[in-house]
C-alpha cells in the first residue's frame, strides 16, 4: 500500500459527461501529480499541485482541469467526455515540489467512456 | 537478455538469470532519471533513481548505469524471480521552466520458470 488513495477505481460513463476523479495523498506529502495511461502506452504527465498551488502542467487538455484542496487532496474534473479519454489516471504524491524524487502513486481510476 | 526499452516492450528471461532493460532518454539537460515497475492492475512502484553527477547507482539486486554521452540509462535485475514480472517505465526529470517527469514507453518482463 503505497499510501495514496484514489476514488473511485472504476467509472463507466457516456460520451459528452463530465466527472470527478479524487485523489489523497500519503499522509505529509505536498505535491500532487496526475498522470494518464492509455492502452498499452507509458504514463503522460497532465498536471501537478504543490501545496495548493499549480506548479506544472503537462499535456493536459482544455476538458480537464484539476485543483488542490487546502487539505491537500486533489480532484481532476474531466467533462465532455469522448472515447478517447477512456484510461487509466494515476495520481501521485511527493514531499517535495519538483518531479526530481521519488513519488508514490495510488492505484489508479479506471475511466471507461461509452 | 538485453532490450531497448522505449519502442519494443518485451523481454523474456530465464527465472535466476539476470536482466537488463534499457531505455534511451530524450533530453541532454535532464536531471534526474528514475525507474518505476508496475504490476498488473496495480500503480506504478519506485524501482530505483539516479541524479545526473552519478553513472552507477545500487540498490538492492538492482542496478541502474546512467550514460550521459549516449543519453543512455539501464537497469540491471540480478538472479530474476517471478515476481519481477511486470512492466518497467524508465522517466527523465525535463527542465523546460518547470520540471516535468517524462515516461518511456515501458518494457514488459516476462521470467520463465
Known amino acids: 500500500d503505497s499510501g495514496v488513495t484514489q476514488t473511485p477505481k472504476h467509472l463507466i460513463t457516456a460520451t459528452g459527461q463530465r466527472v470527478t476523479l479524487r485523489c489523497s495523498p500519503r499522509?505529509?506529502?505536498?505535491?500532487v501529480y496526475w498522470y494518464q495511461q492509455s492502452l498499452d502506452q507509458g504514463l503522460q504527465f497532465l498536471i501537478q499541485y504543490y501545496n495548493g498551488e499549480e506548479r506544472a502542467k503537462g499535456n493536459i487538455l482544455e476538458r480537464f482541469s484539476a485543483q488542490q484542496f487546502p487539505d491537500l487532496h486533489s480532484e481532476l474534473n474531466l467533462s465532455s467526455l469522448e472515447l478517447g479519454d477512456s484510461a487509466l489516471y494515476f495520481c501521485?504524491?511527493?514531499?517535495?515540489?519538483?518531479?526530481?524524487?521519488?513519488?508514490?502513486f495510488g492505484q489508479g481510476t479506471r475511466l471507461t467512456v461509452v | 537478455g538485453e532490450s531497448v526499452g522505449l519502442h519494443l516492450p518485451t523481454l523474456s528471461v530465464q527465472e535466476g538469470d539476470n536482466s537488463i532493460i534499457n531505455c534511451a532518454y530524450s533530453n541532454s539537460a535532464s536531471d534526474y532519471f528514475i525507474w518505476y515497475k508496475q504490476e498488473s492492475g496495480k500503480g506504478p512502484q519506485f524501482i530505483i533513481d539516479i541524479r545526473s553527477n552519478m553513472d552507477k547507482r545500487q540498490g538492492q539486486r538492482v542496478t541502474v548505469l546512467l550514460n550521459k554521452t549516449v543519453k543512455h540509462l539501464s537497469l540491471q535485475i540480478a538472479a530474476t524471480q517471478p515476481g519481477d514480472s511486470a512492466v518497467y517505465f524508465c522517466a527523465e526529470n525535463i527542465i523546460q521552466g518547470a520540471q516535468k517527469l517524462v515516461f518511456g514507453q515501458g518494457t514488459r518482463l516476462t521470467i520463465n520458470p
Open positions: 499522509s505529509g506529502d505536498l505535491s
Open positions: 501521485a504524491s511527493s514531499l517535495r515540489g519538483t518531479p526530481n524524487t521519488e513519488a508514490f
